[in-house]
């Protein structure tokens, strides 16, 4: 179990009536979040636009094209050695795919050429990518209701043809989408992609940084689901560039 250090805010209502409610220090692999609630409806106890051809996706998974068994590079402690380099394709569009893995590099798989899914999903940062990382260790750690899910990264869901970040699969069949949204992103859109998931059954969980973490988002996330949640970027940019220059995460 990780150590938690907390660091408790006094709340401070605003005339919309949302607040601060308290911000938790997670020292789990430098994890930083932030909480954001309306009258405690989530308390501490609680949380321990489109490029469909973007050249050199970075990608957290892949498959290998004659068995179609999904890799999560993640789980792969190294994956030059155990991954067969001739057989590893994109899973969306069976493209050619290589990996990247080193000192200087938080291992990921990369599209040789253009992926030509024709799935929306924008070209992912290293920031984007250790942050999936990092919420996944966070939730299947820490919130005991995902005891029996199994973590599904870049998930697809064909009918709407949409890519999750972070799927939490259970054995019943339920599914529950974590979404990290870094990029400016209006309410619209927001509104719009949680109803594409609802239609098919599906919980939506999002988690706001850098632009996309603003008044206005956290008060529609307070006002659709009762909490806003987000992650703190610097933190998640300074990892990144720790890692460029050598260090290890």
Not at 70 to 89: A, F, Y
Not at 102 to 112: P, Q, S, T, V, Y
Not at 131 to 138: Q, R, S
Not at 184 to 191: G, K, Q, Y
Request: net charge positive; charged share 25%; hydrophobic share 35%.
């Amino acid at each position: 179990m990780p150590q938690r250090k907390i660091q408790s805010l006094a709340p401070t209502a605003s005339k919309n009536n949302w607040r601060v409610f308290r911000q938790l220090e997670l020292n789990f692999d430098e994890e930083y979040f932030i909480l954001l609630t309306v009258h405690g409806s989530l308390s501490s106890a609680t949380i321990p636009a489109r490029n469909r051809n973007a050249k050199n996706k970075k990608m957290l998974t892949a498959k290998y094209i004659d068995t179609s068994e999904e890799l999560d590079i993640t789980n792969i402690d190294n994956p030059r050695e155990t991954i067969d380099k001739e057989r590893i394709c994109c899973k969306f569009c069976n493209g050619r795919v290589s990996i990247k893995h080193g000192l200087l590099r938080a291992k990921h798989f990369f599209h040789i050429n253009v992926c030509t899914s024709d799935f929306e999903r924008h070209p992912e940062s290293p920031q984007h990518n250790l942050g999936k990382v990092i919420i996944a260790n966070h939730i299947k750690t820490n919130w005991e209701e995902y005891g029996s899910a199994n973590i599904k990264f870049e998930y697809i869901i064909p009918e709407i043809k949409r890519i999750a970040d972070i799927a939490m699969v259970f054995p019943s069949g339920w599914v529950v989408v974590h979404e990290i949204q870094l990029a400016s992103i209006t309410t619209e859109h927001l509104e719009n992609r949680t109803n594409d998931y609802r239609k098919l059954g599906i919980e939506t969980i999002w988690w706001l940084g850098k632009s996309a973490d603003t008044k206005t988002n956290q008060e529609w996330s307070i006002k659709r689901f009762g909490f806003s949640l987000s992650i703190d970027y610097t933190i998640l940019d300074a990892e990144v560039k720790s890692l460029q220059k050598g260090k290890t995460l």
